[in-house]
């Protein structure tokens, strides 16, 4: 190699190593679990249907039904899955959805009781109380942005909050 073309792959081997040529974007947040109450379960052929209809969402995995409780569940593996196409699937199966429990990572942004997480374009998931909100301000506090939390997950107005039950660092 001669020896300005190794001055030069040197210079951008340091370059992209300090991070000037390529600056790392903000981590998206994304659900990467989903527990949702379903009303109106009452047979395999039931859960079957809902079954299908959750397996079409997009980045939808490990779909499964508990007949018993009325529980379905699905991890998400890629892309952002928002909550409401959630509930469509399972009114679109001929059932009632209720309560959600999420599981989202990324990173926190804002501070004290106003902490939200970005899932996406201009949506927003805003963390507020639960078991768990205290920890997730400290971890905030100790300047540990990105985390994992999980909870009930309620729509507000034009909001989708998370109670946050759990929280921990990414």
Same mark, same amino acid.
Request: aromatic letters at 4%.
């Given at each position: 190699m001669r020896p300005t073309k190794r001055i030069l792959t040197m210079i951008m081997a340091a370059a992209l190593a300090a991070g000037i040529l390529a600056a790392a974007e903000p981590a998206?947040?994304?659900?990467?679990?989903?527990?949702?109450?379903?009303? #109106?379960?009452?047979?395999?052929?039931?859960?079957? #249907?809902?079954?299908?209809?959750?397996?079409?969402?997009? #980045?939808?995995?490990?779909?499964?039904?508990?007949?018993?409780? #009325?529980?379905?569940?699905?991890?998400?593996?890629?892309?952002?899955?928002?909550?409401?196409?959630?509930?469509?699937?399972?009114?679109?199966?001929?059932?009632?959805?209720?309560?959600?429990r999420v599981t989202a990572s990324g990173t926190v942004q804002g501070k004290g009781d106003e902490l939200r997480l970005s899932v996406g374009g201009d949506q927003t998931l805003t963390l507020h109380g639960g078991e768990a909100f205290g920890k997730l301000r400290g971890l905030v506090k100790e300047g540990q942005r990105d985390v994992v939390v999980a909870g009930l997950i309620r729509r507000v107005d034009d909001t989708w909050q998370l109670a946050v039950a759990e929280a921990k660092p990414q």
């Amino acid at each position: 190699m001669r020896p300005t073309k190794r001055i030069l792959t040197m210079i951008m081997a340091a370059a992209l190593a300090a991070g000037i040529l390529a600056a790392a974007e903000p981590a998206l947040a994304a659900v990467d679990h989903y527990e949702v109450q379903v009303d #109106g379960l009452a047979c395999p052929f039931c859960a079957y #249907g809902l079954e299908k209809k959750l397996k079409n969402l997009p #980045g939808a995995a490990n779909v499964h039904i508990e007949l018993n409780t #009325g529980w379905a569940s699905f991890d998400v593996l890629s892309g952002v899955l928002l909550p409401e196409p959630v509930q469509d699937a399972v009114r679109d199966a001929g059932f009632t959805p209720r309560d959600i429990r999420v599981t989202a990572s990324g990173t926190v942004q804002g501070k004290g009781d106003e902490l939200r997480l970005s899932v996406g374009g201009d949506q927003t998931l805003t963390l507020h109380g639960g078991e768990a909100f205290g920890k997730l301000r400290g971890l905030v506090k100790e300047g540990q942005r990105d985390v994992v939390v999980a909870g009930l997950i309620r729509r507000v107005d034009d909001t989708w909050q998370l109670a946050v039950a759990e929280a921990k660092p990414q």
